[in-house]
C-alpha cells in the first residue's frame, strides 16, 4: 500500500509532541522568561477564554476572507498570463522582461504606492496580497506548458488532434503538477502578505491584532495568534494538497 499523509503522521506528530512538552518545560523550569515566552498552557488559555478567543478568531477571519479573495484573483490572473507566455512566443517575447523587472520588487515595497491609489482599506490589502500570488502562480504556469513532452506535442500533430482535445488532454495534465505547487506556494505568499499588510497599515486583521498584543505586552495572545495563523496555513494547505490529489491523482500516486 502506497505510503500516504495517514501512515507517515505518526512519526511526524511525534515530534510536535516533543516540541510542545519542550515549549511548556522550558518555562515551567525557568529555561526561559515567561514575560517573552509564556508557558504553552497560559496560550491555550486565550482559546479557552471565550471573550479573547472571540477576539481572537473574528480577526482571523477577516484576515482569511482577504487572503482568500487576493488568493483567487492572483491565481486566475497568473494563471492566464503564464499560459498565454507558455503557448505563444510572441506574448512570451513582449511580457518576459516586465514580469521579470517587476517581480523582483519586494511586496512590502509596493505597500506605500498602493496606499495612494487604493487608500487603506480592505480592497488595498487583498490587491496586494493578489500580486503576491501572481508571480509564482504565473512562473510556474509557465514553465508547466513549455515543459511539455516535444514527444507529445509532435504525436498530436501526427493524429491531427484538435486544438481544444490538445488543451484538455495533453497540456493541462502536463502542466497540472508545476501549476499546482505553484498555487501551494502561492498560497503562503498570500498568507504572509495579508499579515505584512495589516501590520504596516493597521486597520483590522490578525497582523494588526499581534502587534498590537505585543505593544500592550501580552504575549500570550501574542503567540496565540501565530499558533492560530499556522493552524489555518496547515489546514489551507491540506485543502490544496487534497484538490492535487483529485485532479492528477497519477502525479499524487507516485509521491
Known amino acids: 500500500m502506497r505510503e500516504g499523509f495517514w501512515t507517515r503522521a505518526p512519526t511526524g506528530w511525534a515530534l510536535v509532541f516533543l516540541l510542545v512538552v519542550a515549549w511548556e518545560a522550558s518555562v515551567r523550569f525557568g529555561v526561559l522568561r515567561a514575560d517573552s515566552w509564556p508557558a504553552l498552557s497560559a496560550v491555550a488559555g486565550v482559546f479557552a477564554d471565550p471573550a479573547r478567543a472571540t477576539e481572537l478568531l473574528g480577526e482571523m477571519a477577516g484576515s482569511l476572507v482577504r487572503t482568500l479573495c487576493g488568493f483567487a484573483l492572483g491565481a486566475?490572473?497568473?494563471?492566464?498570463?503564464?499560459?498565454?507566455?507558455?503557448?505563444?512566443?510572441?506574448?512570451?517575447?513582449?511580457?518576459?522582461?516586465?514580469t521579470e523587472v517587476l517581480r523582483v520588487i519586494p511586496m512590502p515595497a509596493l505597500i506605500p504606492p498602493a496606499i495612494l491609489f487604493l487608500g487603506i482599506?480592505?480592497?488595498?490589502?487583498?490587491?496586494?496580497?493578489?500580486?503576491?500570488?501572481?508571480?509564482?502562480?504565473?512562473?510556474?504556469?509557465?514553465?508547466?506548458?513549455?515543459?511539455?513532452?516535444?514527444?507529445?506535442v509532435e504525436t498530436s500533430r501526427t493524429y491531427r488532434t484538435s486544438r481544444f482535445r490538445f488543451v484538455r488532454s495533453v497540456l493541462l495534465p502536463a502542466a497540472a503538477p508545476l501549476v499546482t505547487a505553484g498555487l501551494r506556494i502561492a498560497l503562503a505568499f498570500a498568507l504572509i502578505t495579508t499579515v505584512v499588510t495589516e501590520m504596516i497599515v493597521g486597520g483590522e486583521g490578525i497582523?494588526?491584532?499581534?502587534?498590537?498584543?505585543?505593544?500592550?505586552?501580552?504575549?500570550?495572545?501574542?503567540?496565540?495568534?501565530?499558533?492560530?495563523?499556522?493552524?489555518?496555513?496547515?489546514?489551507?494547505?491540506?485543502?490544496?494538497?487534497?484538490?492535487?490529489?483529485?485532479?492528477?491523482?497519477?502525479?499524487?500516486?507516485?509521491?
Open 76 to 98: 486566475i490572473a497568473g494563471l492566464l498570463v503564464g499560459a498565454l507566455m507558455g503557448v505563444s512566443r510572441t506574448a512570451f517575447a513582449m511580457l518576459e522582461p516586465t
Open 207 to 255: 497582523g494588526l491584532y499581534i502587534m498590537t498584543m505585543q505593544q500592550a505586552a501580552r504575549m500570550s495572545e501574542v503567540y496565540a495568534g501565530l499558533i492560530l495563523l499556522s493552524i489555518v496555513g496547515y489546514a489551507l494547505n491540506r485543502l490544496l494538497q487534497a484538490l492535487e490529489h483529485r485532479l492528477i491523482p497519477w502525479y499524487s500516486r507516485g509521491r
Open 121 to 152: 482599506g480592505s480592497g488595498m490589502k487583498v490587491a496586494v496580497v493578489a500580486l503576491a500570488v501572481f508571480w509564482p502562480v504565473m512562473l510556474n504556469a509557465l514553465h508547466g506548458v513549455r515543459g511539455v513532452d516535444d514527444a507529445l
